[in-house]
């Protein structure tokens, strides 16, 4: 009995000591997990967040304004340039990226990593949409290429173009933006807002009037003339040489107080013009119609170029007062009536009753 009870009080002793060793591998075991546990984790996130493709090739990711992250994330999975929704979630909380995720079209690359693709996003590595405004446009015509560009609604530019209260917020003296649209080929991200459109057109303008400025003040012309003369010569002519000899054309006229009678002048003021101008549009009256009226017409009537605007300041030093087209995009200058009626008698098949210029 005594040999039974020792030996029961032996293994009591190693149960203990087997049980205290166990309880005391706990501690350790569970650690094991949790980094067994990270282990996995990281190495899911890093696959997770590891680029899609190695080989680098452009995709254009639409995010509309306002979208969530959340769903920017599957955005991006669905568009193939990231693999996992989730792991590019932790990397938006990560680096403190909620609200600075910007909308817009962005060029992105699925050999970019997803920490790369999310510095896109915030940085605005976008797709940009070219637009192209040729000199002599008009502004409805502007508003047109900004809506093909698909950058803007047309009817909206045509708004702002003639929003009065924008216009003096871009410190111009004008009724509307005619004119002051200035030709150029600009680059804008889809979602730029057709103010920033249009201020983009007029800071141009601004910067080459800021250049031009001073010789028109020390000839006594206001920017609304210059502008004005810079748009009847852009519309004249496509020949660069020409320039200065139609705008010495206008200011002689001008300075004699002969009138102006200028096609281009009476077209724009046309409620319709069907490409053909007939005497009964000559004599119809609009503040346009140079045939009728003495002096500029109101304002521009297109966008002129750099050379259309030096030609106003530095014209020709020539004194002719006529010019007629020779039907090949160039024209004949004269200086008297009667060397223009033959020059329109050579180049014109008929000639319209009292057009002082012989353009027709």
Do not use: C
């Not at 990231?82 to 909380?93: D, E, N, T, Y």
């Amino acid at each position: 009995m005594k040999a039974r009870g020792a030996a029961g009080k032996a293994n009591a002793r190693l149960g203990h000591v087997a049980m205290r060793r166990l309880l005391s591998w706990v501690p350790g075991l569970a650690l094991a997990l949790v980094v067994l546990g990270s282990v996995g984790g990281w190495l899911w996130f890093r696959a997770a967040v590891s680029p899609v493709e190695s080989v680098s090739r452009e995709v254009v990711v639409s995010v509309p304004a306002g979208t969530s992250p959340v769903r920017i994330g599957r955005l991006l999975k669905k568009a193939g340039v990231i693999r996992s929704p989730q792991a590019f979630l932790i990397l938006v909380g990560l680096k403190n990226a909620h609200g600075r995720l910007l909308a817009g079209e962005h060029r992105l690359d699925p050999s970019f990593s997803a920490s790369q693709i999310l510095e896109a996003l915030v940085k605005g590595r976008f797709l940009l949409r070219r637009l192209t405004v040729p000199e002599g446009l008009t502004l409805e015509q502007v508003a047109a290429r900004v809506a093909q560009a698909g950058l803007a609604d047309e009817e909206a530019m045509r708004r702002l173009f003639n929003d009065a209260a924008f216009i003096r917020e871009l410190g111009l003296a004008a009724d509307n933006l005619e004119g002051y649209l200035f030709p150029e080929t600009y680059y804008f991200a889809a979602g730029t807002s057709p103010r920033e459109i249009a201020r983009a057109m007029v800071r141009r303008f601004l910067a080459v009037w800021k250049g031009l400025e001073d010789k028109a003040g020390r000839q006594g012309m206001d920017q609304n003339t210059v502008v004005t003369l810079a748009s009847m010569v852009e519309r004249e002519t496509g020949q660069p040489s020409e320039r200065p000899l139609i705008a010495a054309v206008f200011l002689h006229r001008l300075k004699l107080g002969m009138r102006l009678e200028s096609d281009p002048t009476v077209i724009y003021g046309l409620p319709a013009y069907d490409g053909n101008l007939t005497r009964k549009d000559l004599e119809t009256y609009s503040p346009y119609n140079t045939y009728r009226i003495a002096g500029l017409p109101p304002g521009p009537i297109a966008s002129p170029g750099l050379e259309s605007l030096k030609a106003v300041l530095y014209p020709a030093k020539v004194n002719y007062l006529f010019f007629v087209s020779k039907n090949d995009g160039s024209h004949q200058f004269s200086r008297t009536k009667a060397e223009h009626l033959r020059a329109v008698k050579r180049y014109q098949t008929s000639l319209k009753q009292g057009q002082g210029r012989g353009e027709g």
